[in-house]
């Protein structure tokens, strides 16, 4: 489900941040916060990270790094709630915080003791 977020996500890459801001409302006003070139660069970030969360389980090469990138995208999205807050977004910093703890959770059950690798 988290892979799948940062999929939709990625598409700030090639959709201008100006249609961005005009379609999301306000919470979609932070874009325009960024140059193109940091947008596309997050995007990519974005779409490593998903494929990260899958390709290592399932091609059972180095699965090592989905926690790996589970803490990653942890980070991610603790700066995407701290962006928030600063921007006084307080009513739409809800769906970073569940990605967060999405994150979090992943990271936790794949390094965690009970390991869903068992």
Known sequence: ???????????????PREKIAAVGGTAAQWVLDFSPTALRTIASLELLAA????????LNIA???????????????????????????????????IYLALAIFLAWGRFGPESFTG
């Open 63 to 97: 699965p090592i790094l989905v926690p790996i990138t589970a803490t990653c995208v942890a980070a991610l999205f603790a700066g995407a709630v701290t962006m928030r807050l600063r921007r006084g977004e307080r009513a739409t910093v809800t769906p970073d915080l």
């Open 51 to 58: 494929a990260g969360l899958i390709l290592p389980a399932a």
């Open 1 to 15: 489900m988290l892979a799948a977020i940062l999929l939709v996500s990625t598409s700030k890459m090639f959709i």
